[in-house]
């Protein structure tokens, strides 16, 4: 069975950092794309990052580009968010989410864990 | 603002069909069969029910539905029942720097 784990969630200050991780099992992390997708309190969904199933492909929304990093450790089977400078508008549900065809299309997401930026 | 128009609600009774919009540009929705739909209910991860436009993953009803014409994708749930009482929302990549947008979501109720 597909499961995807996340954790590390919490409060933060503003400009504070945190590392968000997913630990992935029933499938290869190293098989698939995967994401990040965040959801601020009463919102949409947002698209934060992807990293390729290789790991040599990696990409950003701009609203994150340059303040935060997306990482897999194939050996732990795990994804990981590292987000630093922090800001109020980052406050959200960050899921990790598991690309169905390599298109974007989400088809395994974790439970999500909550960020909340605030002094 | 999202980048994709969805309506913000849809309504419709037991066994009726409804369809909701999704409209975007010529970078996103109008110009590729990249756009997936998404079920999700207050406080769950979302669930996904179409991709590339018209096509259900494993395990997902066949009373979900998707089709795109222009820049707009639409999903129809057919034969509406109380469980499909959710948030909806649409999804599309796109060739700017950010690749993935999402639409503010559609809320629909079983009357």
């Known amino acids: 069975e597909v499961q995807l784990v996340e954790s590390g969630g919490g409060l933060v200050k503003p400009g504070g950092s945190l590392r968000l991780s997913c630990a992935a099992s029933g499938f290869t992390l190293s098989s698939y794309n995967m994401n990040w997708v965040r959801q601020a309190p009463g919102k949409g969904l947002e698209w934060v990052s992807s990293?390729?199933?290789?790991?040599?492909?990696?990409y950003y929304a701009d609203s994150v580009k340059g303040r935060f990093t997306i990482s897999g450790d194939f050996a732990k089977n795990s994804l990981y968010l590292q987000m630093n400078s922090l800001r109020a508008e980052d406050t959200a549900v960050y899921y990790c989410?598991?690309?169905?065809?390599?298109?974007?299309?989400?088809?395994?997401w974790g439970q999500g864990t909550l960020v909340t930026v605030s002094s | 603002q999202s980048a994709l128009t969805q309506p913000a609600s849809v309504s419709g009774s037991p066994g009726q069909s409804i369809t909701m919009s999704c409209t975007g540009t010529?970078?996103?929705?109008?110009?590729?069969?990249?756009v997936s739909w998404y079920q999700q209910y207050p406080g769950k991860a979302p669930k996904l029910l179409i991709y590339a436009v018209s096509n259900r993953p494993s395990g997902v009803s066949n009373r979900f539905s998707g089709s795109k014409s222009g820049n707009t994708a639409s999903l129809t749930i057919s034969g509406l029942q109380a469980e499909d009482e959710a948030d909806y929302y649409c999804s599309s990549y796109r060739s700017t720097s950010t690749l993935v947008v999402f639409g503010g979501g559609t809320k629909v109720t079983v009357l």
């Open positions: 990293i390729s199933s290789s790991g040599n492909y990696i």
């Open positions: 010529s970078s996103d929705v109008g110009g590729y069969n990249h």
């Open positions: 989410a598991r690309d169905h065809t390599g298109w974007f299309d989400f088809d395994y």
